[in-house]
């Protein structure tokens, strides 16, 4: 997506707002059985916004997140990002706009299992500039994180908190500004969970990123100023607090 496009609208738009989306639906059909997993769903997140997004299983959670990371498409609606609608872009500029300004955290980390944990960092800035550059990015977070020593290191060789360090690490690389976590401490131990909290913590609170994220764990969502819950595809509760 060019510049151009990117900025189209922004001027026109709330300073204070990422992301508005508005009557989301969503529907999955398996066989014959249909599941709304999302059913008219309106949301709106603010700059500096740390979101957590909770719910049960089937709730609707990872296809509302899906879709405000432009991973897939509503089935009406849409989505606002930045000023521009993005429902109506094309595969191309969905995948510029995701390099460019969407980070994204998975639940399995996602790490490719034959490169190096510097390798895997530097594949989203490689798309974008030179490999020297994109080393140099690499090697500067692989530092931030403390992990410099474990740069050649495959995927198999790390611990799972070191794992979704990497995978964090990437998705920052291209400084992102909105960052989206599914599940990001699910196969990680209580130590290690609270580890990647604390640096969700830092990133939100000392270096101004806007956090959308999902969890099961309900201690998990004190560190977000909004608390949004799900239930049959359907925000039953949005609520913005003082943390």
């Known amino acids: 997506m060019s510049k151009t496009a990117t900025l189209q609208g922004e001027e026109n738009m709330d300073i204070s707002s990422l992301i508005i989306a508005k009557d989301l639906t969503k529907t999955y059909h398996l066989g014959e059985v249909s599941v709304h997993a999302l059913e008219h769903v309106t949301i709106d997140i603010n700059r500096g916004d740390f979101v957590v997004i909770t719910g049960r299983n089937g709730a609707g959670k990872s296809t509302l997140m899906h879709n405000l990371a432009v991973l ?130 830092h990133l939100n609170r000392d270096a101004g990123h806007t956090i959308v994220m999902v969890t099961h764990e309900q201690d998990e969502t004190i560190h977000a100023n909004r608390l949004v819950e799900m239930a049959d595809g359907k925000v039953v509760r949005d609520e913005r607090r003082n943390v």
Request: no cysteine.
């Open 72 to 201: 897939d498409r509503p089935d009406s609606g849409e989505i606002i990002i930045n000023g521009h609608d993005v429902t109506k872009l094309k595969k191309y500029e969905r995948t510029e706009l995701r390099l460019q300004k969407l980070g994204y955290i998975f639940q399995e980390y996602a790490l490719i299992a034959e490169l190096s944990a510097l390798e895997n960092i530097m594949l989203p800035a490689m798309m974008l500039g030179s490999f020297k550059a994109a080393k140099e990015k690499a090697l500067a977070m692989l530092k931030q994180f403390g992990l410099e020593d474990h740069a050649t290191h495959l995927p198999s060789q790390l611990s799972g908190g070191q794992q979704q360090k990497i995978a964090i690490a990437r998705a920052l690389i291209n400084d992102p500004m909105i960052l989206f976590a599914d599940e990001p401490t699910a196969n990680l131990d209580s130590v290690a969970a609270k580890e990647v909290l604390g640096i969700f913590r």
